[in-house]
């Protein structure tokens, strides 16, 4: 079993829609989750990330954990077309020599006007 | 520079050639990474370093080498260049526990 799981899509949605990303892991020394934006031929980009179980809202992006279930998810409420990108979780044990990120492999949206 | 660069930001070689992809920030972050990815394999991390004179192999590091002479340079070098190596390459830095990309080098081998 990887490390962390993540359903490459791709995941088409109309504009204005809610849209739900999700990654699953199976390391429960993980305390760090992150969530990246890739547009096409470009550098990801950090979106955000939580530490530990929990909720984080930044303006239209919401992050959850649930470190019960080593699940995570990221929701984008009212999709914009600019929102088009891959999406990529994330995950690290911690700063320092354990600052290395797992990644999982990145979920296409395609969000349509 | 804003950031961190990369060049070339795209290269043809050929199979058996010497290739040094080079990375550069000016954040003074201490942590820099190689990463490459591949279609349907993600994001895999070849080399990390965490500070100027120290290096450590990631996941996929045959093949590659990397020094880190200084805080702002991580060289990424491919002694002898395999098709299997065509891939996209991405230099990162870490600020606490936030990673920062460059914009990539796109490299093909023939």
């Known amino acids: 079993q990887k490390e962390v799981e993540q359903d490459p899509g791709p995941l088409s949605v109309p504009e204005g829609a809610i849209v739900s990303l999700n990654c699953t892991y199976s390391n429960s020394a993980f305390q760090y989750f992150m969530w990246y934006r890739q547009y096409s031929r470009k550098g990801p980009e950090l979106l955000m990330y939580?530490?530990?179980?929990g909720n984080k809202e930044d303006g239209r992006f919401t992050a959850q954990v649930d470190k019960s279930s080593k699940y995570i998810s990221l929701f984008i409420r009212d999709s914009q077309p600019s929102d088009s990108a891959t999406y990529l979780c994330a995950m690290t044990r911690g700063g320092g020599s354990q600052g290395n990120l797992i990644f999982g492999k990145g979920t296409k949206l395609s969000v349509k006007p | 520079i804003a950031g961190i660069t990369q060049a070339p930001t795209s290269q043809i070689l050929a199979a058996g050639r010497r290739m040094t992809l080079r990375c550069t920030q000016d954040m003074r972050h201490n942590a820099m990474y190689w990463y490459r990815q591949d279609l349907g394999l993600g994001l895999r991390l070849i080399h990390y370093s965490n500070t100027a004179g120290t290096t450590g192999k990631g996941e996929v590091p045959d093949g590659y080498s990397v020094s880190r002479a200084n805080t702002d340079d991580f060289p990424l070098t491919l002694a002898s260049a395999v098709p299997s190596q065509t891939s996209v390459y991405f230099c990162?830095?870490?600020?606490?526990?936030?990673?920062?990309f460059g914009p990539g080098t796109r490299l093909t081998v023939l």
């Open positions: 939580t530490y530990s179980s």
């Open positions: 990162a830095t870490r600020r606490g526990v936030e990673q920062f």
